[in-house]
């Protein structure tokens, strides 16, 4: 849901049901036994998980939860799950906290890298992601973070370019957050796109099936961030439309079923339609959406197989936005189901719900809203902390941390002295079409427990044309030439590649991409001969377990030329 007033509140992700049973309760640090109807901040309606977020800023949770070590009872009765939270998003197979502190949580499914940890194992146990976060968003296997300082990561799944690298492929995919943009204010993640704002008012989309139309992509893809329209203030997004809320307050949707006209045949329209002006919230589920107006009262249109409007007189497609109820001060669309705050303190759900627990309700969908359960007490319920946060430590830096070779550090700065002049000229070409690059990066390649550097420099003869991938290593005292291969073709070709190792660290690869008249993917195989390193090319590559280096973006190891030379000055010494 997006509020007005740059308030967050949770974005909704595609998925399953969502379950019953709830609580207000009193907050035993302000008197016990106090009615706290009026303490709660926001609502979060997910995948078979429902949740409220309190002034004292603890989660509270209920539902068919996937939430580690909470049992079916304490599921079915609600728990205080977490404390120190600001914002949630919970889906079908991954979900996120960000805490008080800034620091980003995530835990559920990880196939596909979308738990930002470096892994592409799920983990039942939370995992810190990244610090200082402002925002997250979740895609069906993807992930998006805004910064407090407006850079936008993201992560997860790129098979459709949804990631926004231009490196779109079957296998394309990153475990490490990749940093895409800056000076943004607002993120939101659809199944295979997303779409943000920057703080210029102009709202960007890259992925496949963008519900907003540009241009002459007739498929409506596009592997990068592609400007969509100006005087944009916040974007939410449902599978495969999306509610755009201008800078004046009015709302705009693409690509729901509307009637453009009184009488008309509804249509899929890409291009953004007003609906309202001075608008509080908006939230969307799956196939539906719900507005909160400034009066308080609540609309809603769309898809209702489920029930989801909450209103029985309305039926299962509804083409022009409908009055549901008023006195309504949140909302947060799951799926195929809606969840409400009113003004008296009182959280009601509707639509496509696991019931179990709730005793008014013996089947698995309401067309009407149902009151959520409530906990008489504040300390009545149980508490389930352990894994959030306390006993869990932040993430080590992976260079930072890495034990110290003093001699061959020492070595390593004074041959990158040497090469600081071409490096830099590489970095030039980047750097003109305002790419921040990350050209230097650490790795033991041999994995004989000493690092080798890594990085790509300019060709001295041809600066504009041609770059070098050269590896240097440290043997027998001394720093020799393990590789340099011709890399790059020209700054317009936009190379962008990840290198990485296998998980036994004893072979490293490489995943690329480059536009010619199209965009060309290509992976290597580096292989030791002779004492030396060579570049195959081979058709698949295995999952990226230790990422080593891009051009364009800080991921794991990557640093700037002066970055490297702070790091091997400080691990020089002796």
Known sequence: MKLIAGIVAAAIVAGGAVGISSMIHSDGGN???????????????????????????????????????????????GVRAIDGVSAAELGGGTSAIIKTDGSLWMWGGGVYGQLGNGSMESSSEPVRVLDDVAQVSLGQRHAAARKTDGSLWLWGDDSYGQLGTSMPNSSSHSAEPLKVMDGVVDVSCGILYTMAVTEDGCLWAWGIDIPVGFGDYSSQRSSEPIKIMDNVADVDCGDNFAAIIRTDGSLWVSNIQMDPESGAEPENLLEPVKVFDDIAAVSCGSRHIAVLLDDGSLWAWGNNEYGQMGNTDIGSEIYTPAKIQDGVVDVSCGPLSTMVLKSDGSIWISGDIVSAGYEDVDWWMTREPVELSIWDEYADAPYLQDGFGEQSEAPEESVSAAPSYPEAYAAYLTALDSHAEMIDMYARWYEEINYAIYPVAFADVYGDETPEMIFVEADETYPWSESYLTILTYQGGQVSTLMRESWDFYAGSMLTYTLFQSADGKTLYADTSYSTSQQVTERYVFSESAGALTMEQVKELPSMDELVLSNRYAVDAAMTREEAAGFLAENGKA
């Open 31 to 77: 008197g016990a036994g106090e009615d706290a109807r009026s303490r709660w901040v926001k609502v979060i309606n997910g995948s078979n998980v429902a949740a409220a977020i309190d002034e004292n800023d603890s989660l509270w949770m209920w539902g068919g939860l996937e939430t580690p070590t909470l049992d079916d009872q304490q599921a079915t009765a």
